[in-house]
């Protein structure tokens, strides 16, 4: 994925902190200024999801719990 960022060299640089938890960040580019006297310029990032790992727990609800019952026993 190619995603190009926009803003002051600082807010960049803090932005990718949190983008670099959900993405794997491979390439970061330079800072480039936008032309003029403007403090706003981009920084270009090749990145790609990171994989998550899912963890469920899940009980059945279309059938009726069973009373386990003591040991010794039996029906």
């Not at 640089?13 to 983008?19: D, G, M, R």
């Not at 003029?36 to 059938?63: F, H, M, N, Q, W």
Request: no cysteine; charged share 35%; glycine share 6%.
């Amino acid at each position: 994925m190619k995603i190009r960022l926009s803003g002051t060299e600082e807010e960049i640089v803090e932005v990718i902190k949190p983008l670099a938890t959900v993405l794997e960040i491979r390439e970061t580019s330079t800072f480039y200024p936008n032309r003029g006297s403007s403090v706003i310029g981009r920084v270009y990032l090749d990145a790609v999801p990171r994989p998550t790992v899912v963890y469920a727990e899940s009980e059945r609800d279309d059938k009726p719990k069973r009373r386990k019952l003591p040991p010794g026993n039996k029906k």
